[in-house]
């Protein structure tokens, strides 16, 4: 059942999410295109009560209840950046909006807009960590709650591995194709 209903939150997303956008940038109703994205977040809100009312009812704690705890903490670690990000695409595409401005890809800039995105990372295994910690407490049966606790570390692993790649940003700042030319011809000299 939890599963289903995650499948279903995450089409229930891209389905609130177009409609949102087409009736803000294509019917020019800006103020219930905004009405429609803000109902997102209730799709998390039901997902959490129906984790909740299964442990509720006696279920054993599962992967399920895990992995619908690190989707919840994705969307409130990443969520808004996609929407914002989609937003900026439609707002180009469908009202004549400047295109959106794109990350650098370069240098130290790149390095820092990876790390802000590792910073929702943080958040969504936070998040995840802290809805997951609740559960357990909430069935309180140690024995019972262990693939709550597995879920825990892998959201953390994932953050970790995260970072490792920001960090490879900052140590080895992608460079702009001029700057190799250059390069070559100084290592020449």
């Given at each position: 059942?939890?599963?289903?209903?995650?499948?279903v939150?995450?089409?229930?997303?891209?389905?609130?999410?177009c409609a949102?956008?087409?009736?803000?940038?294509?019917?020019?109703?800006?103020?219930?295109?905004?009405?429609?994205?803000?109902?997102?977040?209730?799709?998390?809100?039901?997902?959490l009560?129906?984790?909740?009312?299964?442990?509720?009812?006696?279920?054993?704690?599962?992967?399920?209840?895990?992995?619908?705890?690190?989707?919840i903490?994705?969307?409130?670690?990443?969520g808004?950046?996609?929407?914002?990000?989609?937003?900026?695409?439609?707002?180009?595409?469908?009202?004549?909006?400047?295109?959106p401005?794109?990350?650098?890809?370069?240098?130290?800039?790149?390095?820092?807009?990876?790390?802000?995105v590792?910073?929702g990372?943080?958040?969504?295994?936070?998040?995840?960590?802290?809805l997951?910690?609740?559960?357990?407490?909430?069935?309180?049966?140690?024995?019972?709650?262990?693939?709550?606790?597995?879920?825990?570390?892998?959201?953390?692993?994932?953050?970790?591995?995260?970072?490792?790649?920001?960090?490879?940003?900052?140590?080895?700042?992608?460079?702009?194709p001029?700057?190799?030319?250059?390069?070559?011809?100084?290592?020449?000299?």
């Amino acid at each position: 059942m939890i599963v289903t209903l995650i499948v279903v939150c995450e089409v229930g997303f891209w389905v609130l999410l177009c409609a949102g956008l087409g009736v803000r940038y294509l019917l020019r109703m800006r103020r219930t295109g905004m009405a429609i994205l803000l109902c997102e977040p209730l799709m998390e809100l039901v997902l959490l009560v129906a984790t909740a009312v299964d442990l509720k009812n006696g279920a054993d704690p599962s992967w399920t209840h895990g992995l619908a705890a690190l989707y919840i903490g994705y969307t409130v670690g990443h969520g808004h950046r996609t929407i914002r990000w989609l937003d900026g695409r439609a707002a180009h595409r469908l009202a004549g909006a400047a295109p959106p401005v794109e990350p650098p890809a370069h240098g130290m800039a790149r390095a820092r807009h990876e790390g802000a995105v590792w910073l929702g990372t943080l958040v969504a295994a936070g998040v995840a960590t802290a809805l997951l910690q609740i559960a357990v407490w909430y069935v309180g049966d140690p024995a019972r709650t262990v693939p709550l606790a597995d879920w825990t570390a892998t959201a953390w692993k994932a953050a970790g591995v995260h970072g490792v790649i920001v960090l490879s940003y900052v140590i080895w700042p992608k460079k702009a194709p001029g700057e190799r030319g250059r390069e070559a011809v100084r290592a020449e000299r």
